[in-house]
């Protein structure tokens, strides 16, 4: 996917985003642009700051340097724009799925029953009609993924920032829920910033993959076009040949990063 040089046409643009933890760098002068409707994936070891760069971009943390734009406007405060999916949920256990799912309408003020209709709706979109009024603790792990990914949805937030959310899923469920997401942003095209530490993860659901090095003071080392045909089966996709050729190339810069992190290179 080709990126327009303008920062107003980039739904995010960092420049020269540094982030420090007392002593500490966790990130230091990271450029990295997301085009409208691109899917960008994050990969990197253990400590490189893939995390803290989402929590600037949806301005929970202001950076110690740098600056932060969305869609060419510069960001302050919170990122009304972004909608963010945790690794761990952030569904509340005394609410049903239907309520978790309208939780976001209801907080800005819509009433009960147009936020219930339409949480119904998000609710059958990712597949879980009849299960509106189970409560979390009644609902598989991809069940409450499912219910996490319809609350976020429901928003329409222009920009999806997700932070490792299928990490907790065996496997068959994991690609499932793959497959969903893809599903969902095939339909308008959300830009998607997605933080995995699973390299097969990154290249079956991204247009690009940023690498990052091994930190303190991280920062994009690498990007990767990923240039797999659209619509995609994530469990398939990852056995062709162009499918294999793209991991080997992004693993042997990742590999050292690793390795680096690690104290073994």
């Not at 540094?18 to 400590?47: D, H, I, M, W």
């Not at 952030?90 to 609410?95: M, Y």
């Not at 009609?129 to 319809?150: C, I, Q």
Request: net charge negative; glycine share 8%; hydrophobic share 45%.
């Amino acid at each position: 996917m080709e990126m327009n040089d303008q920062a107003a046409d980039a739904a995010i643009e960092l420049s020269g985003i540094s982030q420090r933890f007392g002593e500490y760098t966790a990130v230091q002068n990271v450029n990295l642009k997301v085009a409208p409707g691109e899917f960008v994936a994050v990969v990197g070891p253990t400590g490189c700051g893939k995390s803290t760069l989402l929590n600037v971009i949806a301005g929970l943390r202001q950076p110690a340097a740098g600056s932060v734009k969305v869609f060419g406007e510069p960001l302050r405060g919170l990122n009304r724009r972004a909608g963010y999916l945790f690794q761990q949920d952030a569904l509340l256990p005394w609410k049903t799925a239907l309520e978790n799912a309208a939780l976001g309408l209801t907080f800005n003020g819509a009433q009960q029953k147009d936020s219930r209709s339409l949480a119904r709706a998000w609710l059958a979109k990712v597949g879980l009609s009849g299960f509106e009024n189970r409560y979390p603790h009644e609902l598989s792990g991809g069940m409450r993924k499912r219910v996490a990914l319809a609350q976020v949805l429901i928003m329409d937030p222009k920009i999806l920032l997700m932070d490792e959310p299928f990490s907790a899923l065996d496997i068959q469920t994991r690609q499932l829920m793959e497959n969903e997401l893809l599903r969902l942003w095939q339909e308008d095209q959300k830009s998607v910033l997605f933080v995995t530490h699973d390299l097969e993860e990154a290249i079956a659901l991204a247009d690009r993959v940023i690498v990052m090095s091994a930190g303190p003071a991280s920062r994009p080392i690498g990007d990767f076009a990923i240039e797999l045909t659209r619509p995609r089966d994530v469990t398939e996709i990852r056995l062709t040949e162009d499918f294999l050729k793209v991991h080997r190339e992004v693993w042997a810069l990742l590999r050292e990063e690793v390795m680096r992190a690690h104290g073994q290179a």
